[in-house]
């Protein structure tokens, strides 16, 4: 059974810092891998996917893949509370079929 | 109209029943998914289709039933739905088949929240 793992949080920052989301996938085959914020009530909104081992940047966003240990993490520079919400990490091999986390709520207090 | 967008927004309804949610996507992309969100739970896919053909179908109830006339265009009908089907329904597409698995981002709808009585 082909899985992507997140803590569930809440995971709460004060506004300004670093906040640090985490996620481990199961499947080696994996080639891709995306970070979607979703507020409550609304859908995911695409906010990054990288390929290649090592960083991505991307405004105040930084993901990060690591296909020897499997895992991927999503950076949030002076995180706003605005940037409250829950994160869904995502992988996919190539085929039709993304396999999606459960997602870690973010907190960042005013 | 851009992105991908669905219809209802909100749907209530009975166990005997019948509607459909619509969705449609306006980024030329060759794929549609069929989505369900239920609480504290991660997203459950349910159907596929690509060029519209189904290409999964994810041991899904016969009271859902896709549809998919043409490559922008997908349906879910909803028929003697359960209160247990009450969820957010959602919506996506992705380009699929380029190199090295690129592409494949899947971009969602606003989604249809469905409450079963």
């Known amino acids: 059974q082909k899985e992507v793992e997140q803590n569930s949080g809440p995971l709460s920052v004060p506004e300004g810092a670093i906040a640090s989301l985490n996620c481990t996938y199961s499947?080696?085959?994996?080639?891709?891998f995306f970070w979607y914020r979703q507020y409550s009530g609304k859908s995911p909104e695409l906010i990054m996917f990288i390929y290649s081992n090592g960083d991505k940047e991307d405004g105040r966003f930084t993901a990060q893949l690591n296909k020897a240990s499997q895992y991927v993490s999503l950076l949030i520079r002076d995180s706003q509370p605005s940037d409250s919400a829950t994160y869904l990490c995502?992988?996919?091999?190539?085929?039709?079929?993304?396999?999606f986390g459960a997602g870690t709520r973010l907190f960042v207090k005013a | 109209e851009t992105g991908v967008t669905q219809t209802p927004r909100h749907l209530v309804m009975g166990m005997t029943n019948k509607k459909s949610l619509k969705c449609e996507q306006h980024?030329?992309?060759?794929?549609m998914y069929w989505y369900k969100q239920s609480a504290k739970k991660p997203l459950e896919l349910m159907f596929v289709y690509s060029l519209e053909e189904r290409v999964e179908n994810n041991s899904v109830p016969s009271r859902f039933s896709p549809e998919c006339p043409n490559s922008s265009h997908l349906f879910l009908h909803l028929h003697t739905l359960q209160p247990e089907d009450s969820a957010l329904y959602l919506c996506?597409?992705?380009?699929?088949?380029?190199?090295?698995?690129?592409?494949?981002?899947?971009?969602f709808g606003p989604g249809t929240r469905l409450t079963v009585l």
């Open positions: 980024l030329g992309h060759n794929a």
């Open positions: 499947d080696r085959g994996s080639q891709s």
């Open positions: 995502a992988e996919n091999t190539g085929g039709f079929k993304t396999i």
């Open positions: 996506a597409s992705s380009q699929v088949g380029l190199a090295g698995g690129r592409g494949n981002e899947q971009f």
